[in-house]
């Protein structure tokens, strides 16, 4: 029996394309079991260390022990709890915003925001690497999508010049790019955004917890939280846990209650993830947090080494690193390669990145050590040339 799937998944596996899920048996950390076996990951967002923080897992334990586990729906019928009112108020005081508003995902946060800012007669601007989830929002929101080249304000106002001033305008870009490593030029793309009076998005996801004073993210460090309309940050990432946030004003966060579908129709996160959340906020915002963002950070130059050492091309402004290989066939080989050597970093593969950007995406954590580091550049080393990474 043939299924609806058959013919996208055998071109898929002649690709080199076709993804699965791998088991892992584990807290998440710098090492992990996975499917049975003891590997060093390179791959884990967990960027501070704070999945299995002590203080962070107590904080769930005990908010579990004092509200439950589930929150029971939608926050608009019953699951407006306590553990999220706290942790959306502490997220609007870091960030300098008015107000914030919890959503289920980072993904969630950044389709609720544009499907419900956006519409018809609208325009938004985006990045033309945004994440998948800003390009499904803009799709899904009916206004017309226009895609500015890569971190070009110069290619923005281009295309901001060339559309009619009638209809709401919306530029979103993202602060640091999940698959290159790379910094929005924020101060020029506000600025040329607000010349043209557009509503101004900056998804932090990859920034939130790491640069900026206190980890304030992107837009701090880059001085333009005064000027960005609404700032959307996920608990995903640095803070180790999950869901999104957006932070704004209380206007603009009124109509997102309010006309957000994907926050009126989602049963709202358990009440622990949000207490796990906020003391991995204050872990953040103190001497512990900004000790282990300069261990990130030297980890950082250190796998650069590696790489480099090792004969890859290799170049980051932060704690992503893509290694460009190409071809899906050569990313995939060389994953599986490392993973024969007991560390794991998946092939990232179209259509996550465009046709031809195959590459091994490194994520490095404060947790990594010296010796993992030494212990990549010698697999590299073992492995040996591979076509389009050298």
Same mark, same amino acid.
């Given at each position: 029996?043939?299924?609806?799937?058959?013919?996208?998944?055998? &071109?898929?596996?002649?690709?080199?394309?076709?993804?699965?899920?791998?088991?892992?048996?584990?807290?998440?950390?710098?090492?992990?079991?996975?499917?049975?076996?003891?590997?060093?990951?390179?791959?884990?967002? @967990?960027?501070?260390?704070?999945?299995?923080?002590?203080?962070?897992?107590?904080?769930?334990? @005990?908010?579990?022990? %004092?509200?439950?586990?589930?929150?029971?729906?939608?926050?608009?019928?019953?699951?407006?709890?306590?553990?999220?009112?706290?942790?959306? &108020?502490?997220?609007?005081?870091?960030?300098?915003?008015?107000?914030?508003? $919890?959503?289920?995902?980072?993904?969630?946060?950044?389709?609720?925001?544009?499907?419900?800012?956006?519409?018809?007669?609208?325009?938004?601007?985006?990045?033309?690497?945004?994440?998948?989830?800003?390009?499904? /929002?803009?799709?899904?929101?009916?206004?017309?999508?226009?895609?500015?080249?890569?971190? @070009?304000?110069?290619?923005?106002?281009?295309?901001?010049?060339?559309?009619? =001033?009638?209809?709401?305008?919306?530029?979103? *870009?993202? /602060?640091?790019?999940?698959?290159?490593?790379?910094?929005?030029?924020?101060?020029?793309?506000?600025?040329? #955004?607000?010349?043209?009076?557009?509503?101004?998005?900056?998804?932090?996801?990859?920034?939130?917890?790491?640069?900026?004073?206190?980890?304030?993210?992107?837009?701090?460090?880059?001085?333009?939280?005064?000027? *960005?309309?609404?700032?959307?940050? *996920?608990?995903?990432?640095? $803070?180790?846990?999950?869901?999104?946030?957006?932070?704004?004003?209380?206007?603009?966060?009124?109509?997102?209650?309010?006309?957000?579908?994907?926050?009126?129709?989602? *049963?709202?996160?358990?009440?622990?993830?949000?207490?796990?959340? $906020?003391?991995?906020?204050?872990?953040?915002?103190?001497?512990?947090?900004?000790?282990?963002?300069?261990?990130?950070? &030297?980890?950082?130059?250190?796998?650069?080494?590696?790489?480099?050492?090792?004969?890859?091309?290799? +170049?980051?402004?932060?704690?992503?690193?893509?290694?460009?290989?190409?071809? +899906? %066939?050569?990313?995939?080989?060389?994953?599986?390669?490392?993973?024969?050597?007991?560390?794991?970093?998946?092939?990232?593969?179209?259509?996550?990145?465009?046709?031809? /950007? =195959? &590459?091994?995406?490194?994520?490095?954590?404060? %947790?990594?050590?010296?010796?993992?580091?030494?212990?990549?550049?010698? #697999?590299? %080393?073992?492995?040996?040339?591979?076509?389009?990474?050298?």
């Amino acid at each position: 029996m043939t299924g609806p799937f058959d013919d996208q998944l055998i &071109r898929a596996e002649a690709e080199g394309k076709l993804r699965r899920l791998r088991e892992v048996a584990s807290p998440q950390g710098r090492n992990i079991i996975l499917e049975g076996r003891l590997a060093l990951q390179f791959c884990s967002n @967990d960027y501070l260390g704070l999945c299995s923080h002590p203080k962070v897992t107590q904080a769930a334990r @005990d908010c579990i022990s %004092e509200y439950g586990w589930g929150a029971g729906a939608a926050r608009l019928i019953s699951g407006a709890m306590t553990p999220h009112a706290r942790l959306e &108020r502490a997220i609007a005081l870091f960030l300098d915003k008015e107000a914030a508003l $919890l959503f289920g995902s980072g993904y969630a946060a950044n389709t609720g925001v544009l499907t419900a800012l956006a519409g018809r007669g609208a325009h938004i601007f985006a990045d033309r690497l945004s994440h998948a989830s800003i390009i499904d /929002g803009a799709l899904h929101s009916g206004a017309k999508l226009h895609r500015y080249e890569h971190n @070009d304000p110069d290619s923005l106002a281009e295309l901001l010049r060339a559309v009619p =001033a009638r209809g709401k305008r919306i530029v979103v *870009t993202e /602060g640091v790019f999940s698959m290159d490593g790379d910094i929005s030029p924020l101060k020029q793309i506000v600025s040329v #955004a607000k010349s043209h009076e557009a509503i101004m998005i900056v998804d932090d996801a990859h920034g939130f917890g790491l640069f900026g004073p206190q980890g304030r993210g992107s837009l701090h460090e880059a001085g333009v939280e005064g000027e *960005t309309d609404i700032h959307v940050v *996920t608990l995903g990432k640095a $803070l180790g846990g999950f869901g999104g946030l957006v932070a704004a004003s209380r206007r603009i966060i009124e109509g997102l209650i309010n006309f957000s579908r994907p926050f009126i129709y989602s *049963t709202a996160l358990p009440p622990a993830s949000s207490a796990a959340a $906020l003391a991995a906020l204050e872990i953040v915002q103190g001497e512990e947090g900004q000790s282990r963002r300069q261990r990130l950070f &030297r980890n950082a130059a250190s796998a650069l080494a590696a790489l480099n050492g090792a004969g890859l091309r290799a +170049s980051s402004m932060t704690q992503i690193i893509p290694v460009l290989v190409g071809e +899906s %066939e050569v990313a995939a080989g060389l994953s599986t390669a490392l993973l024969g050597r007991g560390i794991y970093i998946p092939a990232i593969r179209p259509p996550t990145v465009p046709p031809g /950007g =195959a &590459r091994l995406r490194l994520s490095v954590m404060s %947790e990594h050590e010296d010796e993992d580091f030494v212990k990549l550049k010698t #697999a590299l %080393e073992a492995i040996g040339p591979m076509p389009g990474g050298r």
